[in-house]
């Protein structure tokens, strides 16, 4: 099955700058790849998402990239600020089952 | 999106005893699913609830322990038997596959799970 790999598992970014979040996966027949955002006791939220038929795609001051020859993709945070700090989480879906394969997450703290 | 609900939001069990959380949506779904979220750790499927048919179950994961319905396109419930303190937990119900789009996947609130 489906193996994502996700870093850095933390990551302190001064607030204004960026963050990059990277993942990998395992199976090139992936082809779904979204990004959740999970505050303290909430629930996993959809931030952003990208098929494999397309190489990037931006939302305000998120993006995310993929490379599908390297098998990778990336979640690109610019202008950060407080409300950014929360664990995020990739994950990437195969067509046959739809199931999505979680990474382990990374937990974003945004520096005053 | 999805307005999807669960109940208990939050349970304290005694070991031995079972507890059956329920996950209604707001409109029909194709897809749903159910996790389990130890504290500080990433999503763990459980299994896919189908409607009409028996679950589809993860490696680790088995009927006895996890029994799942799904009557119909909008209701299912996972019930976590026999429980120990191991299985304290959050479990989610999450969602797929509706006139949001098929890929786009939402989760409910989540119910916490403790086990004495």
């Known amino acids: 099955g489906e193996n994502v790999e996700q870093h850095p598992s933390t990551l302190s970014v001064q607030e204004g700058d960026s963050a990059v979040i990277k993942c990998t996966y395992s199976?090139?027949?992936?082809?779904?790849f979204p990004w959740y955002k999970q505050e303290l006791g909430k629930r996993p939220q959809l931030i952003i998402d990208?098929?494999?038929?397309?190489g990037e795609k931006k939302d305000q001051r998120i993006a995310v990239t993929l490379n599908k020859t390297a098998k990778h993709f990336s979640l690109h945070i610019t202008e950060t600020q407080p409300e950014d700090s929360a664990v995020y989480f990739c994950?990437?879906?195969?067509?046959?089952?739809?199931?999505?394969?979680f990474g382990t997450g990374t937990r974003l703290t945004i520096i005053p | 999106s999805a307005v999807i609900s669960q109940k208990p939001s939050r349970d304290i069990c005694q070991r031995g005893t079972s507890l059956t959380i329920q996950c209604q949506v707001d409109?029909?779904?194709?897809?749903m699913f159910w996790y389990r979220q130890q504290p500080g750790q990433s999503l763990t499927l459980i299994a896919t609830?189908?409607?009409?048919?028996?679950?589809?179950?993860e490696s680790g994961f088995v009927i006895d322990k996890f029994p799942i319905s799904r009557p119909n396109l909008t209701f299912s419930t996972l019930t976590v038997s026999n429980m120990s303190p191991e299985d304290s937990s959050i479990y989610l119900c999450?969602?797929?596959?509706?006139?949001?789009?098929?890929?786009?996947?939402?989760f409910g609130p989540g119910t916490r799970l403790t086990v004495l």
């Open positions: 999450s969602v797929r596959g509706a006139h949001w789009g098929t890929d786009t996947q939402y």
């Open positions: 199976d090139s027949a992936s082809n779904y």
């Open positions: 990208i098929r494999s038929n397309v």
């Open positions: 994950a990437a879906s195969l067509p046959v089952n739809e199931k999505l394969t």
């Open positions: 409109s029909q779904v194709t897809m």
């Open positions: 609830a189908n409607q009409g048919s028996e679950a589809t179950y």
